[in-house]
C-alpha cells in the first residue's frame, strides 16, 4: 500500500501549504481558517484500488 497526503487549498479557507509529512507544524493566521487535508491510499493490487478520506483542521490563533 501507498500513503499520499495532500492539502485540497479549493475546499478550505486556508491557503498556504498545511501538508508535512513528518509531524504537524504550527500554523500562524490573523483570522480562523479550514484546512481540508486528504490521504489517498492505494493498494498493490489488480485493478488499482484507492481509498480516500478527509479530515478538515480548523486553525486558530
Known amino acids: ?8 487549498q479549493e475546499a478550505g479557507s486556508y491557503n498556504g501549504n498545511a501538508v508535512k509529512l513528518k ?3 504550527t500554523l500562524k493566521v490573523c ?3 479550514t ?4 490521504l489517498e491510499v492505494t493498494e498493490n493490487g489488480r485493478p488499482i484500488p484507492k481509498s480516500y478520506k ?3 483542521i480548523k486553525i486558530i490563533s
Open 54 to 56: 478527509k479530515i478538515i
Open 1 to 8: 500500500m501507498t500513503y499520499n497526503w495532500w492539502h485540497y
Open 31 to 33: 483570522e480562523p481558517k
Open 23 to 25: 509531524g504537524f507544524k
Open 35 to 38: 484546512a481540508h487535508i486528504i
